[in-house]
């Protein structure tokens, strides 16, 4: 089994940054395409970035994308989100997914596992 457990989230300022954290455990993730997702109150969870394995390949919505970065270390199985220029509609409950792919994939029902969110809240 696999955990995944965010940390990095909290209140910020419009115009701000935040960096937000991944940590697997339970087993290596080496191979798995890891992403980010969001979800703002009362609306559907959205795809916000995704990596594959290598780290070769990145890919965000279009509205963080200039923004925010994704990346990862797998030595230490984590995968970062760096979010600058923040806005207050970038506000949400962040969640951290792993899918078993090589490629990148923006659908959530690709994506096996799933952390428990971080609360990330930009104030105008």
């Known amino acids: 089994q696999v955990r995944l457990v965010e940390s990095g989230g909290g209140l910020v300022q419009a115009g701000g940054s935040r960096r937000l954290s991944c940590v697997a455990s339970g087993r290596t993730l080496v191979t798995y395409s890891m992403a980010w997702f969001r979800q703002a109150p009362g609306k559907e969870r959205e795809f916000v970035a995704a990596?594959?394995?290598?780290?070769?390949?990145?890919y965000y919505t279009d509205s963080v994308r200039g923004r925010f970065t994704i990346s990862r270390d797998n030595a230490k199985n984590t995968v970062y989100l760096q979010m600058n220029r923040l806005k207050p509609e970038d506000t949400a409950v962040y969640y951290c997914?792993?899918?078993?792919?090589?490629?990148?994939?923006?659908?959530?029902?690709?994506?096996?596992?799933w952390g428990q969110g971080t609360q990330v809240t930009v104030s105008s």
């Open positions: 990596i594959t394995w290598t780290g070769g390949t990145t």
């Open positions: 997914a792993a899918a078993n792919t090589v490629m990148v994939v923006t659908t959530k029902d690709r994506y096996d596992y």
